[in-house]
């Protein structure tokens, strides 16, 4: 079974530029979340998806920060324009329902904003 | 809201003595906890999660936790470790289905 995929696995850019990240989650897979880990953190959630329509996105800023998952399936987060605090490793994972369950983890995207 | 406290950022241990990695959690009502594992440049791994029934939970690679509901803690033990468990281990607690991460603990299994 194909795990969750994750691209670009690096990216740099200046900031006030734009930048996107893409995520397609494990086949079957209901939820989708996307997760921002600063250096020496633990991953803080932005947004969870179920199906095409957003559960949570308290944490997203939403100023710059937007993500979307038109047909249920993969799913696309994007910062723009993007800031020097922004540097962190952008984590996908899925999950077959969303509910109390494991999440399936993708190898990420390290963003450097300079 | 929930929180996860890890109380040790690195932990340095020699090959096959043994290793405690500590966590504590906000109370709540049900509480769903897990451990993931992330090796460098890769993603995080679950490594055992506790939902409901015995308090001690075991993986298949020797480690094992213990929901302790009255300390609210979900320590990580290892009777032996080896140079391949060098990782950052993230406890967490589910609410409402998403994941709240502690800061994670760097292991640092040395020869």
């Known amino acids: 079974e194909a795990g969750v995929a994750q691209s670009p696995r690096y990216k740099i850019i200046e900031k006030r530029q734009s930048v996107a990240f893409w995520c397609n989650p494990i086949?079957?897979?209901?939820?989708l979340y996307w997760y921002q880990q600063i250096l020496g953190q633990g991953p803080k959630l932005l947004i969870q998806?179920?199906?095409?329509?957003?559960?949570?996105d308290s944490q997203l800023p939403k100023d710059r920060f937007s993500a979307e998952r038109l047909k249920g399936v993969d799913s696309t987060l994007k910062i723009q324009p993007a800031k020097l605090e922004d540097s962190a490793v952008y984590l996908c994972?899925?999950?077959?329902?969303?509910?109390?369950?494991?999440?399936?983890f993708g190898p990420g995207t390290r963003l450097l904003v300079l | 809201a929930q929180s996860v406290t890890q109380l040790d950022s690195q932990v340095p241990v020699f090959e096959e003595a043994p290793v405690e990695l500590r966590c504590n959690y906000s109370s709540s009502v049900s509480v769903y906890l897990f451990w993931y594992v992330q090796y460098p440049n890769q993603g995080l791994q679950l490594l055992l999660k506790?939902?409901?029934?015995?308090?001690l939970v075991e993986s298949i690679n020797g480690f094992e936790a213990e929901f302790n509901k009255s300390q609210t803690s979900f320590h990580l033990r290892k009777p032996s470790v080896h140079i391949s468990d060098t990782a950052e281990y993230f406890c967490a607690v589910s609410q409402g289905g998403k994941l709240i991460f502690g800061q994670g603990t760097e292991l640092s299994v040395k020869p």
């Open positions: 998806f179920q199906n095409n329509g957003v559960v949570d």
């Open positions: 506790y939902l409901s029934g015995s308090t």
């Open positions: 086949s079957g897979h209901a939820t």
């Open positions: 994972a899925s999950s077959l329902t969303g509910r109390v369950e494991t999440q399936y």
